[in-house]
């Protein structure tokens, strides 16, 4: 499905609403508790109920959506362990992209081509291109006027820069990311909670989302395989990977071994 909802995650202004989100259900409340807690509260900056009200709804559409058991498990662990801020952003950015059609594709079919071509600086234009491109072949974003598709883009450039992957006011430019052995490894149990249906993990629907190429993830599995946390083979070219831990104990062991 496609639809607007990243432009209202990129207006939160404080990340920690969805941090706390996460953390409140992690611990068991419901939807009309973690709304009363976050909507009567007079922080994150944000000052009337009506905008809490409206940001909470849009994190409930983007973010509040889970594969399976498994995919919610290491959300909530994420956010209720001792993880880092890199971690907890990753793990932000790959939610949005799973469960948001236009992040999904602006990320793999615009920014990281953009990104593993050299690209210094990027401009909305790429964006906003990619939109009305699509809004010839799609139904849903047919709807869109032009107005709407700017915003868009606009506000797709605002959440990558709230990640960390872009910086500047005017104009953005790209910002090297290096991810550390943490955050591949979530984001390798993650993929897999949503989709193990083959072993050879670079053939895994999401594995094009991480901002690293195939060739030097391939390298830094190799090494992160001798710190325990997964076991890897090949078959011919093809990279096996099993994982060692159990979906529910892997946040746990990422603390204990790198904090």
Request: with cysteine.
């Amino acid at each position: 499905m496609y639809n607007t909802n990243l432009k209202v995650i990129a207006s939160i202004p404080d990340f920690n609403l969805l941090y706390d989100v996460f953390r409140y259900y992690a611990k068991g409340s419901d939807k009309k508790a973690v709304m009363e807690k976050i909507i009567s509260r007079d922080i994150y900056g944000i000052r009337t109920e009506a905008t809490r009200g409206r940001f909470l709804r849009g994190i409930h559409s983007t973010l509040i959506n889970y594969k399976n058991a498994s995919h919610r498990q290491l959300i909530y662990d994420c956010f209720t362990k001792e993880s880092t801020l890199e971690l907890k952003r990753i793990a932000i950015y790959l939610q949005i992209a799973i469960n948001n059609q236009v992040f999904f594709e602006l990320t793999n079919r615009v920014f990281l081509k953009l990104y593993f071509a050299g690209r210094l600086t990027v401009d909305k234009i790429e964006f906003s291109s990619y939109l009305y491109n699509l809004k010839e072949e799609n139904s849903q974003v047919r709807k869109w006027d032009d107005s709407t598709i700017e915003e868009v883009a606009s506000k797709y450039l605002t959440l990558l820069k709230k990640l960390g992957f872009l910086k500047g006011k005017q104009k953005k430019e790209f910002v090297h990311i290096t991810l550390s052995d943490e955050s591949i490894i979530f984001a390798l149990y993650l993929f897999k909670a949503i989709n193990d249906e083959t072993s050879y993990i670079l053939e895994n629907s999401y594995i094009d989302l991480l901002p690293i190429s195939k060739d030097s993830l391939v390298e830094r599995i190799k090494k992160i395989a001798l710190k325990d946390f997964f076991l890897v083979s090949f078959v011919g070219n093809k990279l096996s990977l099993e994982l060692t831990y159990d979906y529910k104990d892997v946040i746990d062991a990422l603390v204990k071994k790198y904090q």
